[in-house]
């Protein structure tokens, strides 16, 4: 087998691994574990998220980049920071379960401010309500990774007429998640909290890792503009 053909099974090797992490707490030492290898394992995998999610975002937003707060959630070692960077955005708010994650987001110099917060189980916090001209999540949307009831957190933590980009994955283990999501999505849609701006469907999300899917799986990048006239949001 080749280099490549290598690298790409030692990568599959680690990924499946996480699914054993049964608790969040198991799974945020698996990405403690991981930390170290991260991008260049997703980059093995053409991971294509982080950068999707920036397009997606660059696209839509009108206002001052260089003045914009994009709250990164589930931020890891800061992939989205990095490709919104590109597009001009420059002041970053990140958080995530893992604090090994983190210290490597904290040495690319891209956040003013990092925390360390187990999403579905610590609330993001309150100050943070009504805050950020951006909010993302890119990755952490997913089966066996947070509650879909989350949505509404990062919504809470949106300015009015700011926006939400999310990410997830459409291969056959994430289904039944996937119809969770967008059933949530639309429910907030119809209580007025958000309008949807585009959602965009992927082919070539990234390599395909489990035993019944060859290729590459596919993904959807979701955006969303927050009601002008929402202030607080019922929890």
Same mark, same amino acid.
């Given at each position: 087998m080749s280099a490549v053909g290598n690298a790409f099974e030692n990568v599959k090797a680690v990924i499946l691994s996480?699914?054993?992490?049964a608790t969040p707490r198991a799974k945020v030492g698996f990405y403690n574990s991981w930390a170290e290898n991260y991008d260049q394992d997703v980059a093995v995998l053409e991971y294509r998220a982080p950068s999707l999610a920036a397009n997606c975002i660059s696209s839509y937003f009108s206002g001052?980049? @260089?003045? +914009?707060?994009?709250?990164?959630?589930?931020?890891?070692?800061?992939?989205?920071?990095k490709q919104m960077k590109k597009h001009g955005f420059q002041h970053f708010?990140?958080?995530?379960?893992?604090?090994?994650?983190? @210290?490597? +987001?904290?040495?690319t110099a891209l956040y003013q401010d990092l925390k360390q917060s187990l999403l579905g189980e610590d609330l993001l916090p309150v100050q943070w309500e009504g805050s950020f001209d951006v909010v993302v999540i890119v990755g952490a949307l997913s089966v066996g990774q947070v509650p879909v009831g989350v949505v509404r957190d990062l919504c809470k933590s949106t300015k009015p007429g700011g926006y939400v980009c999310m990410t997830t994955r459409s291969n056959l283990d994430n289904q039944g998640y996937k119809a969770a999501l967008e059933c949530e999505l639309r429910k907030m849609e119809e209580e007025g909290l958000w309008t949807c701006v585009q959602v965009t469907e992927v082919e070539e999300w990234e390599r395909a890792v489990a035993e019944q899917e060859d290729g590459y799986i596919s993904g959807a990048v979701y955006l969303y503009r927050k009601s002008e006239t929402v202030q607080n949001i019922r929890t």
């Open positions: 996480a699914h054993k992490s001052e980049r @260089e003045a +914009a707060i994009v709250l990164d959630v589930a931020c890891g070692t800061g992939l989205v920071a708010v990140g958080v995530d379960g893992s604090q090994a994650m983190l @210290e490597i +987001a904290k040495g």
